[in-house]
């Protein structure tokens, strides 16, 4: 796998969130060196290690067929197991990395390194420091708001991204929506945790995402989304409705309670919540702007350095 698939692809696990983007733009062609093939080996395992973690990523990309085809059925783990896991992960790929010695690499490849390290040294550093949010690649502090969660996230993802061509399909679009609830509890949980040290979003988003919660879990279980759209491609696959029952009985059993779960944290939380965005308020937040920023720039700059660059 060549630098830019490996970068482009690497996205599927957050690997390349952060990364700059001049890392995907073309390279010409330069000399290689002993250790190119070790480290595009190595990037090529990582990413391989990564798919099976993420299968939403894996189903986007349309590699979720073969000896991969299990991860059709399945949803990411958003649980704290799951969060220390990938930071386990992060931290043997930093180091298998950085086992390379870079004198031996040709420039293409040391870009590569250069790249690679740098964005898993910042989601390091992040995941260790900050124990609050999401903060694996760019930077995001509440798990629950109306850019983020599952509650928004895996509806567009099964509307959008699983596709429905045979029987197969359809049955694992089932059994993600089973994983669903489950994936919701764990982010209602985590959020809680969270807010058990201050962190959760301001009131006016909390306002628009209950908003937005209202939209998908105020209407019938038949009437959803989750549900008309699989009815949809069921047709368009020509395969018998029944299993848009079975969907029907998943959405009102088993994802409406996760979702009330979810709405009744997040209404307790409206109550407690202030007006002030900054996340300047939240545990060693001037830090974690820093290092936000970072992120999303690969400089480091103050946000007021960015600020008049900007204007």
């Not at 490849?109 to 995941?127: H, K, N, P, Y």
């Not at 429905?164 to 509890?185: H, I, N, P």
């Not at 979810?262 to 060693?284: C, F, M, N, S, T």
Request: proline residues 4%.
């Amino acid at each position: 796998m060549d630098r830019r698939s490996f970068l482009g692809h690497a996205s599927i696990a957050a690997l390349a969130a952060g990364l700059p983007a001049v890392a995907n733009a073309a390279a010409a062609t330069t000399a290689t060196g002993s250790g190119d093939a070790k480290l595009h080996a190595l990037l090529d395992r990582i990413f391989a290690d990564r798919l099976v973690s993420n299968p939403e990523g894996a189903t986007r990309l349309g590699l979720d067929t073969g000896r991969n085809a299990a991860l059709k059925s399945q949803l990411e783990g958003r649980s704290a197991l799951d969060a220390a896991r990938d930071l386990t992960r992060a931290k043997s790929e930093f180091a298998a990395i950085r086992a390379i010695d870079p004198a031996t690499l040709g420039e293409d490849a040391r870009l590569d390194f250069d790249v690679v390290t740098w964005q898993l040294e910042r989601s390091i550093a992040g995941q260790e420091r900050f124990h609050y949010g999401s903060n694996g690649g760019r930077f995001s502090p509440y798990l629950l708001s109306q850019l983020t969660g599952a509650y928004q996230d895996i509806p567009d993802f099964l509307d959008t991204q699983h596709r429905v061509k045979d029987a197969s399909d359809a049955d694992a679009y089932l059994a993600r929506l089973g994983a669903f609830a489950t994936v919701l509890d764990q982010e209602t949980e985590q959020q809680r945790i969270d807010a058990g040290k201050g962190v959760f979003a301001p009131d006016y988003i909390l306002d628009t995402t209950l908003k937005q919660f209202a939209a998908l879990r105020d209407k019938p279980a038949a009437e959803t989304g989750l549900v008309t759209g699989f009815a949809e491609k069921l047709k368009q696959a020509g395969l018998p409705p029944e299993r848009a029952t079975q969907a029907t009985s998943l959405v009102a059993d088993k994802v409406f309670p996760a979702l009330d779960r979810q709405r009744a944290l997040i209404r307790e939380l409206r109550g407690k919540a202030v007006h002030d965005a900054g996340v300047w308020r939240l545990p060693d937040g001037d830090a974690y702007y820093a290092a936000a920023a970072e992120a999303a720039t690969t400089a480091q700059l103050t946000g007021d350095e960015i600020h008049k660059l900007g204007l």
